[in-house]
């Protein structure tokens, strides 16, 4: 299966009066075709940052310092906006908002919007495109008839993130990104959409990046499973063997907090915080809560290295006689 996206070095930073907040440090990422990605970690870890640099979505006061951003092979940081505009962004890789109401323009009715994606993607007119809205409403489970005239206000949660769903692949993206796509809906319609998003990426065969918090969401529907920890790559591998056999410290804490249906165990939390990243901590950005810290944490951040095949993990209790990932 050939490459489709490789992140390396990724380095995000923002300026706020408070100082620079280092969003990312020097993350690693890679997806092959067609294949499923989950990333997940504590709200405030860098994962919709990471989502929104790989589709050069990030503004002032953010920017993107350093790496590369390997798209089918081209460097998409060394893109014009016009270029990512006209062959990348709407064409080749879209995205689902965490929020569909703030998403989608509220003074434009739902069909007009899902027109403009498709005449994006076609180079066509928006009457054309229009036309071809009905079945990209139908696709999604919506009565075409009933909601191609609402306005985004109009739509319940779970009507607005399935508009939102058939505008990222009417498209027919090669990747799609989907940033917390059921975050803000309840449990059912949570089930409803995660199904629908499956049905759908296995009939246009899309690559996908799920970013989530929920470990539960992430094993059912992901291939692979990427942590992240403020702001950097902690462990990557497939979704069995992160839940059969996790290496870090702190995945092994996210993983312990999960409820299980017919156990009895005590569940446990990690203590303390995220660290603040306008000042992180040296050394490992994990060490203050890490119950397994020594020296060498405090003072050498560790790299990303290979411990098993396909198995990459970024801690010092793995360093030594590893390779580097």
Same mark, same amino acid.
């Given at each position: ?17 408070? !100082?620079? #907040? ?6 690693? *990422?890679? %997806?092959? &075709? $067609? =294949? ?30 350093? !790496?590369? #951003? ?6 998409? *940081?060394? %893109?014009? &906006? $016009? =270029? ?242």
């Amino acid at each position: 299966m050939s490459r489709l996206l490789d992140v390396e070095n990724l380095r995000v930073i923002f300026h706020t009066y408070r !100082g620079t #907040i280092k969003a990312l440090n020097g993350i690693r *990422l890679w %997806l092959n &075709e $067609e =294949e499923r990605l989950g990333i997940v970690g504590e709200t405030g870890c860098g994962k919709s940052v990471s989502a929104l640099s790989v589709m050069r979505l990030i503004e002032a006061p953010g920017e993107i310092i350093d !790496g590369q #951003i390997l798209f089918e092979g081209n460097d998409i *940081l060394k %893109l014009s &906006e $016009e =270029e990512m505009d006209r062959h990348i962004r709407g064409k080749r890789m879209s995205m689902i908002f965490q929020e569909p109401i703030s998403a989608l323009n509220p003074v434009f009715k739902i069909g007009f919007q899902i027109a403009e994606a498709i005449a994006h993607r076609k180079d066509i007119s928006i009457g054309d495109a229009y036309k071809l809205v009905p079945e990209s409403l139908e696709m999604v489970g919506l009565d075409w008839k009933r909601s191609i005239d609402l306005y985004p206000h109009e739509l319940s949660g779970g009507m607005a993130q399935r508009a939102m769903i058939a505008m990222a692949l009417a498209i027919k993206p090669k990747l799609l990104i989907a940033d917390e796509p059921t975050s803000a809906l309840d449990v059912t319609i949570q089930a409803q959409i995660l199904q629908l998003l499956d049905e759908l990426v296995k009939i246009g065969k899309n690559a996908v990046i799920l970013i989530t918090h929920d470990l539960g969401v992430a094993s059912e529907f992901c291939d692979r499973i990427t942590v992240m920890y403020a702001g950097n790559v902690i462990e990557i591998s497939n979704s069995e063997e992160i839940f059969d056999e996790p290496l870090h410290p702190y995945t092994k804490g996210l993983i312990s907090s999960i409820p299980i249906i017919g156990a009895s165990r005590e569940l446990t939390g990690i203590p303390g915080s995220v660290p603040d990243l306008v000042s992180p901590p040296s050394g490992c950005r994990f060490h203050p809560r890490c119950d397994f810290c020594f020296d060498r944490c405090r003072m050498e951040p560790p790299a990303l290295s290979e411990i098993l095949p396909g198995h990459f993990v970024a801690c010092h209790l793995y360093s030594d006689g590893v390779k580097e990932g």
